[in-house]
């Protein structure tokens, strides 16, 4: 098919499909270039296939524990050959159901890898297609941080098809993809070590709700190196600057490389055609617009919030704005979860960015025990969540909690920070009875 | 007997109403003076009273058209009475279903309208719409073309949460919508509210009312001229180390005194219809403070040389500046002087401070051509506005006096004293 389009998205992650099929929706015409397989990280070596892993390791250290809710079982092993096969089963079920959709929204699919030629076309392997607008959503890759022999180490996405269960494991990064890698190995039996650089895992996770973490994980065995360099991987052995700035060696069986993600901005001639970008990605307006008139980004791709749901949200904002609906994206109340165990979500801001910013606020931090139902389903966990306000009208400034059954609620905390919730309102929010949110509703009450 | 309602003309630019709302249906009693529909013009609704009491036997418009003036919209009566009669002759914009009662009339298609300026919403609808921070395109239409009516506006705020629990709470507190809400379908966020209004100091609100009384209550005009500056320049440059009090400022007040001693006439106040000539000068000087305008005023002026008149100014002036300046420091001043020529400014048109009846506004000295003889040669001067209350200082008088003002500037060295 020949002709101009009304959008090419380059890339087929949950920023770019979700935006591909929206744009069809509207009656557009629309192409999806992407060189690998549709579904993005996300989908194919991310959340996906890493909540896969943790449903199996979760259920394998509950059946460990199921002594304390009276239940015995013996025999228990863990399969890792048959947990990557159920990964891929779903992983491939998803796949089928993003293609199928697209293809009944009517978005031409081309496999192939797209390069912009001008604002106005994008090359893709020897044809020119011609576009009315372009969205650039090609997403990330796991960094490599600059350590001698940091190649010889897996990477995130190498290590889900990895059929073998290391007896230890050194996982170089504390962000929550290096968490949840510590929490799927440490339940199944590895030995883990973390090494993060900064004084805190979880970067930007709300400090006393990072702390609980900590606590679970190293409770569960995990060995947890704050303000540790790596300064090199030699084979099977991490050397790293301890506290203290000592030289250390760790010698492990694995080595797990989880040092964050960068943008993927080089082979698409952002340089030629004036698209405004630097290694921390590709700079966008709240209405997902470049530099470049016509061209768009969303997603990983743009450095702003390497989350599917904030890559969707930008991809639908950017096929909003540039057909004339006008659209913009509200970080603030984008919320984030860790799939740990204890899950950790959060939206808005910490209570260290409130201090940073000189905000006046309310605060409370209750714990997850304060619900029936919490104990009822976590025996022998803790959790928390804090809720914080501000201090003149009470608007819900941030809520963020550790402890299973927080990613499910966490979208209701998503919600009173969209529309600017104030505690007094929101105290008459009716939760339902027994559930593990009226931890929250509890700490709205105390910040009225 | 049956009598029909027209259409009324609301101002005379008023061509056309839309007819917004029956009150009364068709075969409902109405008695004189109860309301029978409103009516929307570009500026306001009104409600249109029953002529008379009966029954309201026919309406010939639907709600949301375009009516003519004086174009029959509906007719009252006795049940039983025939209103054909009424029907009105041409077919008003947009009908939607043709009224029953005009059989005989010729069906005519309206004439399609243009959109009106400014998109297709009426200025009431985009005036409600802008003060309740509603994006007026996200509106849809029930007027005739889809028109957006204030009611649409109306609805569009009251069928949503449209504003958030926090933007309420700080609307309360005096925020206003600075634009359409960014939030959740157009929801009305904090970060939509510009900042609230400030209420007015006291001592602003009494500068707010005294410029608006004079410009009410007195006939002011301003004359603008200029006069020569080389001897105001030339008695700062000697005295500047010396008395650095004496300013440009001082020696003009100095020059404007001495002409107001030829001119007592606008050394006057004028209260009640009488005209109460001073004998002494009572100077006020307008002061620039951060609490804003004050006029400190110099008692007896004319009784004083150059260095007391500069004496007296700089003294007054820094109790102005302190905010520690007695309030009868700034009464009873019979001429005004006030300076923006450090400013830069070249003319304005002060304002008169009543009951006085003149003041003179000081401006820059600019350097400009000067025709001499066949020559033309370029001359400091410095510009002059005079205000004058036209009730009781004619154009000439005040012309005059102006050009004293100027002669006594030129004079300045002589009249001063301060010669070289």
């Known amino acids: 098919m020949s002709g101009i389009y009304d959008l090419i998205v380059v890339g087929a992650g949950p920023g770019g499909y979700e935006a591909a099929a929206h744009a069809a929706q509207l009656g557009k015409r629309v192409a999806l270039v992407e060189r690998g397989r549709t579904g993005g990280a996300c989908l194919n070596v991310g959340c996906i296939p890493t909540k896969a892993f943790l449903r199996s390791s979760r259920l394998f250290a509950d059946c460990r524990n199921a002594q304390a809710y009276g239940v ?52 893709a392997d020897g044809r020119v297609l011609e576009a009315r607008n372009i969205l650039i959503a090609t997403g990330s890759r796991p960094a490599a941080p600059p350590v001698p022999g940091i190649e010889s180490a ?50 930007g996770v709300d400090r006393d709700i990072a702390a609980r973490l900590v606590d679970s994980l190293e409770k569960s065995g995990v060995t947890v190196r704050t303000s540790c360099r790596v300064t090199a991987v030699n084979g099977e052995t991490v050397h790293y600057q301890d506290e203290a700035g000592k030289a250390q060696a760790l010698r492990v069986a694995c080595v797990l490389n989880a040092a964050g993600r960068v943008p993927v901005t080089d082979g698409l001639g952002l ?30 791709v743009t450095g702003r919030r390497l989350l599917a749901h904030a890559a969707t949200r930008e991809g639908v904002v950017a096929v909003n704005n540039m057909f004339g609906r006008r659209d913009r994206i509200r970080y603030h109340a984008i919320p984030s979860v860790i799939y740990t165990h204890p899950e950790i979500a959060s939206v808005g801001c910490t209570e260290e960015e409130l201090q940073a910013q000189g905000v006046a606020y309310r605060r409370a931090l209750v714990p997850m025990s304060i619900s029936g139902r919490f104990l009822v389903e976590n025996e022998g966990a803790t959790g928390a969540i804090k809720v914080l306000a501000g201090a003149r009208h009470g608007e819900i400034l941030g809520v963020h909690a550790a402890g299973d059954g927080a990613s499910e609620f966490i979208a209701l905390a998503a919600t009173l920070l969209e529309t600017e919730m104030c505690a007094a309102d929101a105290a008459g929010i009716v939760f339902p009875h027994p559930t593990v949110c009226e931890a929250l509703k509890s700490a709205i009450l105390q910040v009225l | ?47 249109v009273p029953a002529p008379a009491s009966g029954t ?22 006795t049940p039983g009475e025939s209103a054909a009669e009424f029907a009105p002759q041409a077919a008003a914009q947009a009908p939607a279903a043709a009224p029953a009662a005009k059989p005989d009339v010729e069906a005519r298609p309206a004439p399609e309208r243009a959109a009106p ?125 010396r008395q650095p009090d004496i300013t440009i400022n001082v020696l003009v007040m100095f020059a404007a005194i001495r002409a107001l001693e030829r001119m007592p006439e606008l050394n006057a106040e004028l209260r009640d219809g009488k005209l109460y000539r001073r004998a002494s000068v009572h100077l006020g000087f307008a002061c620039d403070t951060e609490r804003g305008l004050m006029v400190p005023v110099i008692r007896n002026a004319q009784t004083l040389s150059v260095a007391e008149l500069a004496q007296a100014a700089k003294s007054l002036t820094n109790l102005a500046l302190s905010g520690a300046i007695s309030p009868d420091d700034l009464a009873g001043a019979t001429f005004t002087v006030s300076n923006l020529g450090a400013l830069g400014v070249e003319s304005f048109t002060p304002i008169l401070n009543p009951p006085q009846v003149a003041i003179l506004g000081v401006n820059a000295i600019e350097l400009r051509a000067v025709r001499r003889q066949e020559r033309v040669e370029y001359e400091d ?40």
């Open chain 2, 381 to 420: 001067r410095i510009g002059l506005s005079l205000t004058c209350d036209h009730q009781v200082i004619d154009g000439a008088p005040g012309a005059r006096f102006l050009r004293l003002v100027g002669e006594c500037i030129e004079r300045i060295e002589s009249l001063s004293g301060l010669q070289a």
């Open chain 2, 117 to 241: 300026p400014g998109g297709a919403a009426s200025p009431r609808a985009r005036r409600f719409a802008a003060q309740h921070g509603i994006e007026i395109a996200a509106i849809r239409g029930s007027g005739p073309n889809r028109r957006i009516l204030e009611q649409d506006v109306r609805e569009a705020l009251y069928s949503n949460p449209r504003r958030s629990s926090l933007a309420r709470r700080r609307m309360a507190e005096g925020y206003e919508p600075a634009g359409a809400g960014t939030g959740v379908n157009g929801m009305l966020l904090a970060r939509d509210l510009g900042e609230p209004g400030v209420a007015l100091s006291r001592m602003r609100r009494t500068i707010a009312e005294r410029m608006r009384e004079s410009l009410a209550a007195t006939a002011q005009y301003t004359l603008t001229s200029s006069a020569p500056a080389a001897g105001l320049l030339a008695i700062r440059r000697r005295e500047k180390a």
């Open chain 1, 72 to 123: 015995r079982i013996d025999g228990l092993s863990f399969d890792l050959p048959a947990v990557i096969a159920r990964k891929n089963r779903i992983v491939g079920t998803l796949r089928r159901g993003v293609e199928s959709m697209l293809k009944r929204a009517g978005v031409e699919v081309i496999r192939a890898h797209g390069r912009l030629a001008s604002r106005r076309t994008v090359a």
């Open chain 1, 154 to 203: 897996l990477d995130s996405d190498a290590i889900l098809d990895r059929p073998e269960i290391p007896h230890s494991l050194a996982i170089i990064g504390g962000g929550y993809i290096g968490l949840e890698f510590a929490g799927f190995f440490s339940a199944i039996g590895t030995e883990v070590t973390v090494f993060e650089m900064l004084p805190q895992v979880a970067p």
């Open chain 2, 1 to 47: 007997m049956a009598i029909a309602v027209e259409m009324p003309k609301l101002g005379n630019t008023v061509e056309e109403c839309l007819l917004a709302k029956w009150t009364k249906a068709k075969g409902e009693p109405v008695s004189q003076g109860e309301i029978i529909a409103e009516i929307e013009t570009d500026k306001a609704t009104f409600e």
């Open chain 1, 271 to 300: 340089e030629e055609i004036g698209v405004d970008f630097d290694q921390r990605g590709i700079r966008t307006s709240e209405e997902g617009r470049t530099s470049a008139p016509n061209v768009w980004a969303c997603g990983d």
């Open chain 2, 56 to 77: 309201v036997l026919e309406i010939f418009f639907e709600e949301g058209a375009l009516v003519p003036v004086f174009t029959n919209i509906c007719v009252i009566g």
